[in-house]
């Protein structure tokens, strides 16, 4: 069992940054690989970012590739996601997510979600 506590979020301006983090409970924490997700008003939630539980592999999706940073902290239990040079079309809640395998980070089907932190992206 892992349970998952998202924070950092807030309002910037466009071409801000912020880091989120992501907190999480749970022995098996370190045999996790983890991701992040995000879901705008009227929009279904989509894949951001996902990490390895080893941190050696790395994924982005398309709309964040080369502005956004995913890591980890296995021994503080915590995953980060750094986003640089935000949009306004970044606005939206984000979810921390951990799952047992890559794949089912990348196919939406984790084991378990994090409450949401909101970040606005807004001048």
Avoid: H
Wanted: charged share 15%; net charge positive; hydrophobic share 35%.
């Amino acid at each position: 069992q892992v349970q998952l506590v998202d924070s950092g979020g807030g309002l910037v301006q466009p071409g801000g940054s912020l880091r989120l983090s992501c907190a999480a409970s749970g022995r098996t924490f370190t045999y996790y690989d983890m991701g992040w997700f995000r879901q705008a008003p009227g929009k279904e939630r989509e894949f951001v970012a996902v990490i390895k539980w080893s941190g050696s592999n790395t994924y982005y999706a398309s709309a964040v590739k080369g502005r956004f940073t995913i890591s980890r902290d296995n021994a503080k239990n915590m995953v980060y996601l750094q986003m640089n040079s935000l949009k306004p079309e970044d606005t939206a809640v984000y979810y921390c997510a951990a799952a047992k395998s890559y794949q089912q980070i990348l196919t939406n089907t984790v084991d378990y979600w994090g409450q949401g932190t909101q970040v606005t992206v807004s001048s």
